[in-house]
């Protein structure tokens, strides 16, 4: 168990629906970052946020959009979902903002989105 | 553009023997490297890491190799135990103060009993 929480587990909704996925990070981190694994992807960098505040970004859609609350638990929001939508989303946390990255970071379970 | 690249999607070995798990990157601005392990409805678990002023990495059964000039980075392990069978996918992050890791899109190493 990494302590990272992410809900739901599992998601199937239809083309042009919005969706919310969830992500709680482990006690003491206050880096989120999101991630989407697609079929015979690799794990694709979306957004980080860092106690509160949106700090790097990479290849987020338009229609997608994320924030991170005052008590560091963080929503990635879907909209006008399309097929290609359809992927892993993994939340990942840690303490600190900058290097270190490896050991500190810790990923969710992730949420399988399904769209139909 | 995959600036990290796994070019084997799969690898068998038996156990006991050397697995090498291979990765390429192409961009020169990297300057720290990680293997990560993936089990099958789990996240991702860090495994190993290497910077760039070191050319290698030993963690018990693992080992990780960076060749900087060839922009290529291995991870061996040894011996291999059906217990290591999972996707392996390598990383690289650079410049201080950017947090994203480029991440390759993984390799199924399957350890023969």
């Known amino acids: 168990d990494s302590g990272v929480t992410q809900t739901p587990k599992h998601l199937i909704t239809a083309t042009g629906q919005r969706v919310t996925l969830r992500c709680s990070p482990r006690?003491?981190?206050?880096?989120v970052y999101w991630y989407q694994q697609s079929l015979d992807q690799g794990l694709q960098f979306l957004i980080q946020?860092?106690?509160?505040?949106?700090?790097a970004k990479g290849n987020i859609l338009e229609r997608f959009s994320a924030q991170q609350f005052p008590d560091l638990h963080s929503e990635l929001n879907l909209s006008s979902l399309e097929l290609g939508d359809s992927a892993l989303y993994f939340c990942?946390?840690?303490?600190?903002?900058?290097?270190?990255?490896?050991?500190?970071?810790?990923f969710g379970q992730g949420t399988r989105l399904t769209v139909v | 553009d995959q600036q990290v690249k796994q070019n084997s999607p799969s690898l068998s070995v038996q156990e006991g023997r050397i697995s090498i798990l291979n990765c390429d990157y192409t961009?020169?601005?990297?300057?720290?490297f990680l293997w990560y392990k993936k089990y099958p409805a789990e996240g991702p678990t860090f495994l190993i890491s290497?910077?760039?002023?070191?050319d290698k990495n030993e963690d018990g059964r693992f080992t990780v190799f960076l060749n900087k000039s060839a922009k290529h980075l291995s991870l061996h392990i040894v011996p291999s135990q059906p217990g290591d069978s999972a996707v392996y996918f390598c990383?690289?992050?650079?410049?201080?103060?950017?947090?994203?890791?480029?991440f390759g899109t993984g390799t199924r190493l399957t350890v023969i009993p």
């Open positions: 006690s003491g981190d206050l880096s």
């Open positions: 990942a946390s840690s303490r600190h903002i900058t290097g270190g990255f490896g050991a500190e970071a810790f």
């Open positions: 290497i910077s760039s002023i070191k």
């Open positions: 961009n020169s601005m990297f300057d720290y």
């Open positions: 990383a690289a992050s650079g410049q201080t103060g950017a947090n994203n890791l480029f």
């Open positions: 946020y860092y106690n509160g505040e949106e700090r």
